[in-house]
């Protein structure tokens, strides 16, 4: 089908089906964004989910992976003012923190007991904060956690590390991981679409910054993901401009022979303790935001059109342990991690911030999924055998 074509939903499904007989959705042969938006508008649920999966399970087709993880929050203080976040507090405010290396590193420490891999270490743009501290910060987590990948910061936080100290964001990254960066992870994307940033994030920049930087962290092989809130209030057409944004900068990493984003995960803005929601007289609250039947609609069509990036993940931490099962079934091949703890998502809505590894394996295996540990590269790890008798679990799969 020819770019920018549009046909009747029924032929688009047809013509999909057909692409997705032998093989997932590939460059050759990718969607376009006007297909995308008509998916997104007309296809029904069961229908788009199943396209979804097939293309899915052509990629990963009897696995999903999860992460042991901890999520740290080294610090609340921003100048950014997101409109829908609850968790920053401004500079001088009573409630303002900066979490000392020996708080984070025992927090790591903890990790480490449950066999982690990662830590995934964010706070806000915090101007008291000079390169001194970050180095300092990853050079001794380094040293006393060799085996953690450190997955830390933000694109808009090395954009505030470099407005801070007066080097280039490449010079940031440069330098941070010379002392133990191992990636930047995709958070504060949100919309990449400007007119939705500046409404809810005027002070974050424009979206190519956000990609600009996402470039520089894969030109240094720093592992990479891609991300996306949705529930702002904006279109159908912004949704598929943001996932085209995300694609066409994969395509330049492929280009270059890089790996660019190695995953992508989306989720809905959460409302319930934040200005954003409060908007409107209290409506937005009421009135915005997703529930599951269009988060995981949303997830089947990132999956169809996302062809060059290996992994969808499926967010609990926002719709439940049992949403993310469904979406298993729609696009999805990864489940996720433990976390830990969770400060950022949480303070606005969400209540359940950590999961053990048996809960994980449980949604796995009743899905009818083999669950496999990795690492944040998506490398397979040695997975415990938790003896969980599958077919004692409520609702086990069904024997075959």
């Not at 180095?135 to 801070?164: A, M, N, Q």
């Not at 660019?260 to 935001?289: C, H, Y």
Request: glycine share 8%; with cysteine; proline share 4%.
């Amino acid at each position: 089908m020819s770019g920018g074509e549009i046909v009747s939903i029924e032929v688009l499904i047809e013509s999909l089906q057909e692409r997705l007989q032998t093989d997932c959705l590939k460059t050759t042969n990718r969607i376009t964004e006007e297909e995308a938006i008509e998916l997104y508008e007309l296809a029904p649920d069961t229908t788009l989910r199943l396209l979804a999966h097939r293309d899915r399970m052509h990629r990963a087709p009897a696995v999903v992976t999860y992460l042991i993880d901890r999520n740290v929050n080294y610090t609340n203080i921003c100048t950014i003012n997101c409109q829908f976040c609850s968790f920053y507090r401004p500079p001088g405010h009573e409630e303002t923190y900066t979490q000392t290396i020996d708080q984070i590193s025992a927090r790591i420490s903890e990790l480490e007991e449950i066999e982690g891999s990662r830590v995934l270490m964010q706070g806000g743009v915090n101007p008291e904060l000079g390169i001194e501290y970050y180095e300092d910060l990853l050079t001794t987590l380094t040293k006393r956690h060799p085996t953690i990948k450190l997955d830390v910061f933000s694109p808009i936080e090395i954009s505030g590390i470099s407005e801070v100290t007066g080097f280039s964001t490449l010079e940031v990254l440069q330098r941070l991981q010379a002392v133990g960066m191992h990636g930047l992870p995709g958070g504060g994307a949100e919309m990449l679409v400007d007119g939705v940033r500046s409404d809810i994030s005027p002070k974050k920049g424009a979206a190519d910054d956000w990609i600009r930087i996402m470039r520089e962290a894969q030109s240094l092989s720093l592992t990479t993901s891609a991300t996306n809130v949705i529930g702002f209030g904006e279109s159908k057409s912004d949704r598929v401009m943001h996932l085209s944004k995300i694609r066409d900068a994969q395509d330049d990493a492929h280009a270059a022979q890089q790996v660019g984003f190695t995953s992508f995960i989306a989720w809905p803005v959460q409302l319930e303790n934040n200005v954003f929601g409060r908007r409107n007289k209290g409506q937005n609250r009421l009135k915005l935001g997703v529930q599951a039947a269009e988060y995981l609609r949303h997830v089947a069509v990132s999956r169809l059109f996302l062809d060059n990036i290996d992994h969808i993940q499926a967010s609990w931490p926002t719709m439940g342990l049992d949403v993310a099962q469904i979406a298993l079934f729609g696009g999805a091949d990864d489940i996720g991690s433990t976390m830990m703890e969770e400060n950022v998502v949480s303070a606005s809505g969400t209540t359940r911030v950590q999961v053990s590894e048996k809960e994980l394996q449980e949604t796995i295996l009743r899905a009818g999924f083999t669950p496999m540990r990795r690492d944040s590269d998506y490398v397979l790890l040695k997975t415990p055998d938790l003896k969980l008798g599958i077919q004692d679990l409520p609702c086990p799969p069904p024997i075959i």
